[in-house]
């Protein structure tokens, strides 16, 4: 059973940025692709980002493209996403998830409880 936990939230201004982290055990972290998910007030769930197990193939929602990086350091059993010119509509509740490589929320079995991204106009 892999547990994950996401860290790095917070409150920032519009055209600031954060990097959140999204940090696993209990299983062997390598063999996940990690997906990133965010759910605004009042909305679905929607795909951020992903990348692979090796870390070599990543796929970006449009709304992000351009300003978010995802990444991920095997050795420490972590995954990043920078998310840099935030914008107010950027503000949601930011989920990590293991699973396999695809955009759809399906495809991850293993999530943590969020962490809060608040970006303020």
């Known amino acids: 059973q892999v547990q994950v936990l996401e860290s790095g939230g917070g409150l920032v201004q519009a055209g600031g940025s954060l990097r959140l982290s999204c940090a696993a055990s209990?299983?062997?972290?390598?063999?996940?692709?990690l997906g990133w998910f965010r759910q605004a007030p009042g909305q679905e769930r929607e795909f951020v980002a992903t990348i692979s197990s090796g870390g070599r193939v990543t796929r970006y929602a449009d709304s992000v493209k351009g300003r978010f990086t995802v990444s991920r350091d095997n050795a420490k059993n972590t995954a990043y996403l920078q998310m840099n010119s935030l914008k107010p509509e950027d503000t949601a509740v930011y989920y990590c998830?293991?699973?396999?490589?695809?955009?759809?929320?399906?495809?991850?079995?293993?999530w943590g409880q969020g962490t809060q991204v608040t970006v303020s106009s």
């Open positions: 209990g299983g062997t972290f390598s063999r996940y692709a």
């Open positions: 998830a293991a699973g396999s490589y695809d955009h759809e929320q399906r495809s991850y079995a293993y």
